[in-house]
Structure formats: structure tokens, C-alpha cells
């Protein structure tokens, strides 16, 4: 009777490891899925972080050469508000025309001065324009960052 209980002791034990190996078996293959999927996941936000990113970067470049297009274009402009100042083809209001007394001054000194106001008239306006290009940059560059 003895011999009998041992053996189906042994029999349950033997059970016992059997069902522990599968479950032990059976939470490193749960652990080793989690990982993999976890892995996954992060391969894939990083990617979808760096796709962000460059986009953006992107997006700063083209507001950044749309400035550098709008200096140019400035320059460009202010030339061409001086050759057409000097041409006659645009005039200064009378509030440009300066103190400028026409018996004492010779018609080089006109000249000079005619010169010097309508050089002063254009850096006027390229400061002006300056100034509005670097504002719509900078505005562009945080509507950009909020949009983010």
C-alpha cells in the first residue's frame, strides 16, 4: 500500500513539473511577443518623430529661402525706385524735397542733393520692406511651430 501511494506521489509530481514546464514555457513565449511588440511600436515612433522633424525642417528651409528671395527682391526694387527717381518716371512728395535755397546753390549742389533725397527716399522703403519680409518670416515660422 505503501509502494502504491509512492508511486502515484511520484505520478502527481512528475505531473506537477511537467505542467510548470509548459507554464514557464508559456510565459517566455508572452514576454518574448510583448517585447517584439514593443519594439515594434518604438521602431515605428521614432520613425514617425525623425518623418516629423525632417518635415518640418523642411518647412523652415522654404520660409527661410522665401526671405532670402524677398532680401533680393528688395534690393532689386530699391535700384529700381532710384533709376526711377533719376529717370522722372516717380516723384517725390514735396515733403522730400528738403530745405534747399536756390540762389545760393549751384545747379551741382541741386543735383547733389536731388540725389541724396532720393537715395534717402529708397532706403526708406527698403527698410520699410525690410522690415515687413522679416515680420511675415518670423510670423510664418511660428504658425509652423504651433502647427506641430
Same mark, same amino acid.
Given at each position: 500500500?505503501i509502494?502504491?501511494?509512492?508511486?502515484?506521489?511520484?505520478?502527481?509530481?512528475?505531473?506537477?513539473?511537467?505542467a510548470?514546464?509548459?507554464?514557464?514555457?508559456?510565459q517566455?513565449?508572452?514576454t518574448?511577443?510583448?517585447?517584439?511588440?514593443?519594439?515594434?511600436?518604438q521602431?515605428?515612433a521614432v520613425?514617425?518623430?525623425?518623418?516629423?522633424?525632417?518635415?518640418?525642417?523642411?518647412?523652415i /528651409?522654404?520660409?527661410?529661402?522665401?526671405?532670402?528671395?524677398?532680401k533680393? /527682391?528688395?534690393?532689386?526694387?530699391?535700384?529700381k525706385?532710384?533709376?526711377?527717381l533719376?529717370?522722372?518716371t516717380?516723384?517725390l512728395?514735396k515733403?522730400?524735397?528738403?530745405?534747399v535755397?536756390?540762389?545760393a546753390?549751384?545747379?551741382?549742389?541741386?543735383?547733389?542733393?536731388?540725389?541724396d533725397?532720393?537715395e534717402?527716399?529708397?532706403?526708406?522703403?527698403?527698410?520699410?520692406?525690410?522690415?515687413?519680409?522679416q515680420i511675415r518670416?518670423?510670423?510664418?515660422v511660428?504658425r509652423?511651430?504651433?502647427?506641430?
Amino acid at each position: 500500500m505503501i509502494l502504491r501511494a509512492s508511486l502515484y506521489l511520484n505520478i502527481a509530481l512528475a505531473i506537477a513539473l511537467v505542467a510548470m514546464g509548459f507554464a514557464l514555457q508559456h510565459q517566455r513565449l508572452r514576454t518574448a511577443h510583448y517585447a517584439t511588440a514593443y519594439a515594434k511600436a518604438q521602431t515605428k515612433a521614432v520613425l514617425e518623430a525623425r518623418e516629423t522633424e525632417q518635415r518640418h525642417a523642411n518647412e523652415i /528651409a522654404a520660409i527661410a529661402d522665401k526671405y532670402e528671395q524677398d532680401k533680393r /527682391a528688395a534690393d532689386e526694387a530699391q535700384r529700381k525706385l532710384v533709376s526711377d527717381l533719376r529717370a522722372g518716371t516717380v516723384r517725390l512728395q514735396k515733403r522730400w524735397s528738403g530745405c534747399v535755397s536756390g540762389s545760393a546753390s549751384t545747379a551741382a549742389e541741386l543735383d547733389a542733393a536731388a540725389r541724396d533725397r532720393e537715395e534717402s527716399a529708397a532706403r526708406a522703403v527698403r527698410a520699410a520692406r525690410d522690415a515687413d519680409d522679416q515680420i511675415r518670416a518670423l510670423q510664418d515660422v511660428v504658425r509652423k511651430d504651433r502647427d506641430r
